[in-house]
C-alpha cells in the first residue's frame, strides 16, 4: 500500500513538471511573435531617434499670457508699447540685438541668467527697436569661452507701427558710399513688412525701379545696389505705403569712393629737408582712403621723450575726377627752433582695419 502511495505521489509531480514547462514554452513563443492571449497581434512601437534634424528647431521662445510660451522662427511681427520676454534655453548664454540698444544705454533693456535660461526683456519698445535679435550658447573651458555655432539662433521682430513705417534714425541726412566692388545698401528699413515700398532720386525727380538684376529690396536692410557705378550717386529717399498715406524716409546722399578697400596709402613730406639750427619744421603724413574709414597715426622722431612737438590731425572728403570721393586724413608734426637732437629719422605709421604703413623721412643739418 505505501509502495502504491509513493508511486502516485511521483506520477503526480511529474505532470505537474511537464505542464509547468509548457506554459513557460507559450509564454516565449507569445512574446517573440509580438501577440498577446486571445489570439490579436500587437503593433510593436520601435523608440524614436533624435538625429541632427532636431537642431532645426529653435531654443530661443516668446513668453506670452499665462505661462505660455511661443517657439520663434525667422521673423516676428509686434505692436509697439508691450512688453517684451525672451528666453533662450541653457546655462550660460549670450545675446544680441540691435546695437543703438547699447549706445544709448537703454534702461528700458534687461538680460538675465537663471540656472536653466537666459532672458532678455524689453520695456515699452517702439518703431526703432525693430530689428535682429539673436541668442547662442556660450561653452567654456576653464577661463576660455567661445560661441557655440552648432546652437545660435536668430529671430528679427517687426515692431510695426503705422505711423513709423521707416525705422526711425538719429541721423537725418545719411551718407552711403558706393564702391565698385561691393553692393551699396540704402538702409531705409521698415517696420511692416508688408509695406510697399519704392526708392527715388530728388534731382531730377524719379523713381528708381527696382528689379532683381541691380536693385533689390529686403525689409530687413533696404535697397540693395549690386553693381554700383559713379552714375548712382545723388539724393536718395524711399517711399512707403500700407493703407493710408505715404510716408518718406531719411535722404541719404550716395557718393562713389575712389580708393579701393586695403592697407593706407600714405605719402610723407617735410617743409624742407635740409635745415639749419634755429629753424622751424613741419613734417605732413598723408594719407588717400576710404571716406568713413578712420586712421591712426602715430610718429617716432629723434628728439622723443627730450624734445616738445605739436601734432596736430585732421581729414576731409574731395571730389576727384568725375565725382568720385576719397577722404584725406593728415598728421603734421612741427618741430620748432631746430636743435642738434633734432636731426635725423622721422617715422610715420599709419593704420586702419584692413593693415598699417610706414613711412619715413631724414632730415639734416644745412
Known amino acids: 500500500m505505501k ?4 508511486f502516485c505521489l511521483a506520477m503526480l509531480c511529474m505532470e505537474l513538471q511537464y505542464g509547468l514547462c509548457q506554459q513557460v514554452k507559450r ?3 507569445v512574446g517573440d511573435n509580438g501577440g498577446r492571449p486571445g489570439g490579436k497581434r500587437v503593433k ?3 523608440p524614436k531617434v533624435k ?3 532636431s537642431r532645426g528647431h529653435s531654443l530661443l521662445t516668446q513668453v506670452l499670457d ?6 520663434l522662427g525667422p521673423t516676428l511681427t509686434l505692436t509697439p508699447g508691450r512688453d517684451v520676454e525672451l528666453r533662450c534655453k541653457g546655462n550660460n548664454i549670450g545675446w544680441s540685438y540691435p546695437t543703438y540698444l547699447d549706445t544709448f544705454n537703454d534702461s528700458r533693456l534687461s538680460i538675465k541668467q537663471s540656472d536653466k535660461y537666459g532672458q532678455l526683456v524689453l520695456t515699452s519698445p517702439s518703431a526703432a527697436d525693430t530689428g535682429l535679435y539673436s541668442c547662442w550658447v556660450i ?6 569661452c567661445e560661441k557655440d555655432r552648432e546652437k545660435t539662433y536668430v529671430t528679427y521682430i517687426y515692431f510695426t507701427d503705422k505711423d513709423n513705417l521707416f525705422v526711425p534714425s538719429a541721423i537725418y541726412f545719411e551718407i552711403v558710399y558706393l564702391r565698385p566692388d ?3 545698401v540704402v538702409p531705409c528699413r521698415v517696420t511692416d513688412p508688408k509695406a510697399k515700398v519704392s526708392l527715388h532720386r530728388e534731382v531730377p525727380p524719379e523713381e528708381i525701379p527696382s528689379n532683381e538684376t541691380l536693385v533689390t529690396f529686403d525689409p530687413r536692410k533696404g535697397f540693395v545696389l549690386k553693381t554700383p557705378s559713379p552714375e548712382d550717386q545723388g539724393v536718395l529717399y524711399c517711399k512707403a505705403v500700407t493703407r493710408g498715406t505715404p510716408q518718406i524716409s531719411t535722404k541719404y546722399q550716395l557718393l562713389y569712393v575712389e580708393v579701393p578697400s586695403g592697407p593706407p596709402f600714405v605719402s610723407l613730406e617735410t617743409s624742407s629737408s635740409s635745415v639749419r639750427g634755429g629753424d622751424h619744421i613741419n613734417l605732413t603724413c598723408t594719407v588717400l582712403g576710404e571716406p568713413e574709414v578712420d586712421m591712426s597715426f602715430t610718429w ?8 616738445p612737438v605739436h601734432i596736430e590731425a585732421s581729414w576731409r572728403l574731395v571730389n576727384r575726377g568725375m565725382g568720385y570721393t576719397t577722404r584725406i586724413s593728415q598728421s603734421v608734426l612741427t618741430v620748432e627752433d631746430m636743435e642738434t637732437i633734432d636731426f635725423g629719422k622721422y617715422v610715420c605709421k599709419v593704420k586702419n582695419q584692413q593693415g598699417e604703413t610706414i613711412m619715413s623721412t631724414s632730415v639734416t643739418s644745412n
Open 44 to 46: 510593436v512601437r520601435q
Open 51 to 53: 538625429d541632427g534634424s
Open 66 to 71: 499665462k505661462g505660455r510660451f511661443l517657439r
Open 300 to 307: 617716432s622722431y629723434p628728439g622723443q621723450g627730450h624734445r
Open 3 to 6: 509502495l502504491w502511495l509513493v
Open 182 to 184: 561691393r553692393p551699396a
Open 139 to 144: 561653452l567654456c573651458d576653464g577661463s576660455e
Open 27 to 29: 509564454r516565449k513563443v
